[in-house]
């Protein structure tokens, strides 16, 4: 064999030793790929297997420890953490009329592991009457309803007046410098509903604001002020039963199993009475966006928990039954009905946001 013609077989020979890594360098990286590829979609079905829930879940209250809202939340707890299979840890947030407890809830991810017992205060008109509440109610679902609480008129125990018809024709007197109502802040639910009885009757009613229900009703029992509306619950039950304060009218078509005595205002001769029909409802709730997987699941511990046994005595210390089980459609119905009203509401009275 010639020189020439050794180099050329050499040349060849490295020729398809370069091909031969090349082609091994590939399938290398194409089983690297693959690997890689394998790994993520493991991961994936590993986290998508993972049963809901893995960890404890958190109850938001937007109100202190001992209100009504905390003792509803607590009923909750027991049978909710046994169907569940996780502990439910209730964590008190209160502050800016909700809306720092409603914040916390929607600072967090959209995975059902952060719920909070919602009503109309915290979860609609915060961020209609509150400018430090930088959500939208569309923000929220209504998971499951608990309760509704019917609004009662209650009064300063001298006050001459003994219905919410007496009391709005005494503010339509001429001359009258009004009677003054206290709200438990400006934007509640009892503020505005208070204002919007105001501006429909004509009558001159006068907000006193307070920071809390708590030294509104000593203002009550002090007669500092004249009238309130609230629901029934909580100190008001022994502050009417003691007379220290007289409830006049209940905001409902019927009376009260509590106050039986009390005339519902459905009764009077008032024009705008159905107009005046109010209660406070409370919820579980939870932010937006959840996999309808999980929220289906939240919703059956949520309606065990409020049909249990629990749930039945916190309830009756105020006389009202737990709310029917709906479907989460229906929920969500009747939450969009409510914030068009207080959103109406609201526009209506002109109330500025503080």
């Not at 404890?56 to 027991?78: E, H, K, N, S, Y």
């Amino acid at each position: 064999m010639t020189k020439r013609m050794m180099l050329d077989a050499s040349a060849q020979t490295r020729r398809r030793v370069g091909e031969t890594i090349a082609r091994l360098r590939k399938k290398m990286i194409c089983l690297a790929a693959s690997a890689v590829a394998l790994s993520a979609i493991g991961t994936h079905a590993t986290a998508a297997e993972q049963p809901f829930p893995s960890k404890p879940i958190t109850m938001l209250v937007a109100f202190p420890p001992g209100g009504p809202a905390d003792v509803l939340a607590r009923a909750l707890q027991p049978t909710m953490s046994k169907v569940l299979g996780q502990t439910v840890i209730v964590e008190n947030v209160p502050g800016a009329g909700g809306a720092l407890a409603a914040r916390r809830l929607l600072n967090q991810p959209a995975d059902g592991y952060t719920l909070i017992l919602g009503s109309p205060n915290e979860a609609i008109l915060a961020p209609l009457t509150n400018t430090a509440a930088t959500y939208k109610p569309e923000d929220m679902v209504l998971l499951a309803p608990i309760s509704n609480h019917p609004l009662v008129v209650m009064a300063r125990s001298d006050l001459p007046y003994h219905s919410l018809e007496e009391i709005i024709a005494a503010g339509k007197r001429t001359g009258s410098n009004g009677l003054t109502f206290g709200s438990p802040g400006h934007g509640s639910m009892y503020h505005i509903i208070s204002e919007y009885i105001a501006q429909t009757t004509g009558a001159q009613l006068v907000q006193v604001p307070y920071k809390g229900a708590t030294p509104m009703m000593q203002d009550l029992v002090g007669r500092a002020i004249d009238f309130t509306i609230l629901p029934n619950i909580g100190n008001s039950i022994q502050l009417i039963e003691t007379g220290k304060i007289k409830a006049v009218n209940v905001l409902d078509r019927q009376r009260m199993p509590t106050l039986p005595d009390v005339p519902a205002i459905s009764e009077s001769n008032i024009p705008q009475k159905q107009e005046m029909v109010h209660s406070v409802w409370t919820g579980v709730m939870t932010k937006a966006g959840i996999p309808e997987d999980r929220v289906r699941i939240l919703l059956d511990a949520a309606n065990q928990a409020i049909h249990g046994p629990e749930m039945g005595q916190a309830l009756a210390l105020s006389g009202t039954q737990p709310s029917p089980s709906q479907s989460l459609e229906a929920s969500a119905s009747f939450y969009a009905s409510e914030i068009a009203k207080f959103k109406n509401m609201t526009q209506s009275i002109a109330l500025s946001p503080q």
